[in-house]
C-alpha cells in the first residue's frame, strides 16, 4: 500500500476508467441538481443519464461541491490508516470543492499531513494531474515529491472550447443576460479558454467553421505536446470533430488525438454540445 493516498472528485476524467481502482485513487462525488433533484455523481446518475436527462429542463443545472464535513470524515479515516493524503481537485474559481477540503483539512493537526492542491483545471486536465500523482504514489515517492510533480504539471496545461449554448454562461456569470440574449439571436459562438483556473471568453466567432480553425490555430502554437485530447459530450463523434481530427492529422502526422467525452463537471460550467480540446505541454518526460 502507498504511503501517499490521493483524493480526488467526480469532475475527474480518466481515459481509462480503471485507472482510479487500479492506482487506489478515491472519487468524492459532486452533486449534481436539476431544479429541486439532486444527484451524486457517478452513483446516483451516469455521465449518459445527465446528458439525456438536460433537454427536459427549461434551466441549466448546477454543480455543488462535496460538503466539508464528507472530506473531513474520509481524511479522518485516512489518516487512521496511518497514510499522508494528497487531494487534488477542480478548479477554485469553478467550485467550492478546494474551500471545502481546506476547511477539513485545516481541522487535522500534529503530525497527521494532508495537502490539498488547486488544480487550476478540470475534467481530462484534472484526470492528468490524478494519473500522475497516483502512479508516483505507487512507485513509493514521498508526499513531498508528488506535491513538486502536480505542481509543475499545472503550468503547462492548457485548454479551450467553443459553445453552442449561451445560457450556461450566463448561468455562471460569464456572460451578461443581453449578451447571451444578443449572442444567441445572431448565432455567435464564444470561444474560451481556462486562464489561472478560470473559464474566461477569449473572442467570438459566428460560424462553427471558424471554431474549428480557432481550435486549430490553438493546437499549432505548441511546439511540444506531451498530451492532447479532444472533448465532445455525445458518444460518437459528431460533424465538427470530424472536420477537426481530420484537419489536425493533416498537420500533425503522427500525432494520436483521442477523442474523449466530457462529463456532467464540465458540462454544468460551458454546457452540453461544445468542442475543446486539452493540452498539457511538458517536458516530454511525462507520459
Known amino acids: 500500500m502507498s504511503r501517499v493516498h490521493i483524493i480526488t472528485d467526480s469532475t475527474a476524467h480518466f481515459p481509462d476508467p480503471s485507472l482510479p481502482e487500479r492506482l487506489g485513487v478515491t472519487i468524492l462525488p459532486q452533486t449534481l441538481q436539476f431544479a429541486k433533484q439532486t444527484y451524486r455523481e457517478g452513483v446516483d446518475i451516469s455521465s449518459e443519464e445527465f446528458f439525456r436527462r438536460l433537454p427536459h429542463y427549461s434551466t441549466p443545472p448546477t454543480l455543488h461541491a462535496p460538503a466539508a464535513d464528507t472530506f473531513r470524515d474520509l481524511y479522518a479515516n485516512t ?31 500534529g503530525g497527521n499531513k494532508i495537502v490539498v492542491i488547486d488544480s487550476l483545471t478540470t475534467s481530462i486536465g484534472l484526470g492528468w494531474l490524478v494519473e500522475a500523482a497516483a502512479e508516483a504514489a505507487a512507485n513509493g515517492a514521498a508526499l513531498d515529491e508528488i506535491v513538486r510533480i502536480v505542481r509543475g504539471m499545472i503550468t503547462h496545461m492548457y485548454a479551450v472550447f467553443f459553445v453552442d449554448q449561451l445560457d450556461y454562461l450566463e448561468r455562471n456569470g460569464r456572460l451578461s443576460k443581453s449578451q447571451a440574449v444578443l449572442g444567441t439571436m445572431l448565432g455567435i459562438k464564444p470561444f474560451l479558454t481556462i486562464e489561472d483556473g478560470e473559464i474566461i471568453p477569449m473572442e467570438k466567432v459566428r460560424t462553427r467553421d471558424k471554431a474549428i480553425d480557432k481550435l486549430l490555430e490553438f493546437v499549432s502554437e505548441f511546439s511540444l505536446i506531451d498530451r492532447v485530447a479532444l472533448m465532445q459530450s455525445g458518444q460518437q463523434p459528431t460533424e465538427d470533430t470530424r472536420m477537426l481530427l481530420e484537419r489536425l492529422e493533416q498537420a500533425f502526422p503522427g500525432q494520436y488525438f483521442p477523442v474523449l467525452n466530457y462529463g456532467p463537471g464540465l458540462a454544468c460550467q460551458i454546457g452540453p454540445n461544445s468542442l475543446g480540446i486539452f493540452i498539457y505541454e511538458g517536458s516530454g518526460k511525462e507520459s
Do not use: G, P, W, Y
Open 79 to 109: 489518516l487512521r490508516q496511518n497514510r499522508q493524503i494528497l487531494s487534488i481537485h477542480i478548479s477554485s474559481k469553478m467550485s467550492e470543492t478546494v474551500a471545502h477540503a481546506r476547511q477539513a483539512a485545516d481541522e487535522f493537526l
